[in-house]
């Protein structure tokens, strides 16, 4: 009964609220309109930048590459995860394909090629199919500078292919290898900035060789070769203007020559420069902010000098400093530059100031794997 009498009341409380049913008017609303905003836009993926420095070693039968991590605010050094990334041969020298993805690998004094895959994200290695590839007693591996084509310094000959820029693939070019008459005891390679010609020096004839380089076909033809003035000649590279020429020798030289519009080269007065000890073993040398650095494994020492706008060498105040350094490296659009001990199996980094002077980067040196020599810069943006 008391359930009968709540619902009764509470009928008769809904009736009275309805129109003319005794209640106020309640007006009812109509439809609401309700406008549908679009979903917002997903945030846009910023590209990342991943830096890089790589280290091939040789004091040991298999050989490794070390893959540092570069700081880009200090440029301090963080090996990646696996590194050192371990070989089945000997490595001594590296050429980075300039799309950053695939790594080629010289083997010490044997006739072999390595190709590596380069992991933007993670910097790690992995061995490309079809490799180790046959070729001349390798030196160094040195690309053409569109990364079309890619050559390798024998003792008296040069080897050269084609490569696939998208699976790293190699084939060797018509005509190669190149064997080069008077040449005997080649060591190094570089090409000038505008693509028409490759230099490698010599040591048995203690000059350098030049030939015309096909940047449609990647031929090369001999033009002739120049006496550098000093023994052994190692490293070699073109300053970044692309005017001039440097090579470092043995007995503690640094020899600088005008580049022609033919590729012949000319000594340039006060460009021969004294930057350490005879048996100086300067393979790889740097430029930095309009200056020269080389280094040397056996004093251990890391020297630097001035560019002139003539090309001359000038003594940069405050060097030499103590660091083993057979390789000297850097990257672009950055103060750090980085030199490898091979007696000490170390890296050592140090920032460059407008002005030529070092400062150590935290944290130097770093240990490598086992006598590092070669420097190879890598930038990623993906």
């Not at 009275?16 to 439809?31: N, Q, Y």
């Not at 290695?125 to 591996?141: E, I, K, M, Y």
């Not at 076909?217 to 070699?236: D, E, H, K």
């Amino acid at each position: 009964m008391r359930k009968t009498t709540i619902l009764v009341a509470l009928l008769a409380i809904f009736l009275l609220g309805l129109p003319g049913c005794g209640g106020s008017d309640i007006t009812v609303p109509g439809p609401v309109s309700v406008e549908l905003l679009p979903p917002s836009p997903p945030e846009p993926v910023l590209p990342q930048t991943f830096r890089y420095l790589l280290a091939p070693n040789n004091r040991n039968l298999e050989g490794s590459v070390d893959v540092f991590r570069v700081n880009a605010d200090d440029g301090s050094l963080s090996p990646v995860n696996g590194s050192p990334f371990a070989l089945a041969l000997p490595v001594h020298a590296l050429a980075v394909h300039p799309n950053n993805t695939f790594l080629y690998a010289g083997v010490d004094d044997l006739t072999y090629l390595i190709g590596l895959q380069i992991d933007a994200v993670t910097g790690k290695l992995t061995p490309l199919p079809n490799f180790p590839l046959g070729t001349v007693n390798d030196n160094a591996p040195r690309f053409d500078r569109t990364g079309r084509f890619l050559y390798v310094v024998g003792q008296n000959d040069v080897d050269g292919f084609v490569v696939n820029p998208n699976t790293g693939f190699l084939l060797r070019l018509p005509g190669f290898p190149l064997v080069v008459p008077g040449m005997t005891d080649a060591v190094q390679s570089t090409v000038s900035l505008d693509n028409h010609f490759l230099y490698i020096t010599d040591r048995g004839t203690d000059d350098v060789f030049t030939f015309n380089l096909n940047p449609a076909t990647g031929a090369l033809s001999i033009v002739g070769q120049t006496p550098t003035g000093g023994l052994n000649p190692l490293g070699i590279d073109v300053d970044p203007s692309g005017q001039f020429l440097y090579v470092s020798t043995t007995d503690g030289f640094m020899h600088g020559f005008l580049i022609s519009e033919t590729g012949t080269l000319t000594p340039i007065p006060g460009a021969t420069v004294k930057f350490a000890e005879p048996d100086a073993l300067a393979f790889q040398f740097s430029f930095k902010n309009g200056n020269l650095y080389v280094g040397n494994t056996v004093n251990k020492v890391l020297n630097g000098f001035q560019l002139g706008d003539d090309g001359s060498l000038i003594q940069l105040p405050g060097l030499p400093i103590a660091a083993g350094a057979s390789g000297v490296s850097g990257f672009p659009n950055s103060p750090f530059i980085y030199t490898s001990d091979f007696i000490d199996s170390a890296i050592h980094g140090f920032t460059a100031d407008a002005s030529g002077n070092l400062a150590p980067v935290p944290g130097s040196p770093y240990q490598a794997d086992g006598g590092p020599g070669y420097l190879v810069p890598v930038v990623v943006t993906k």
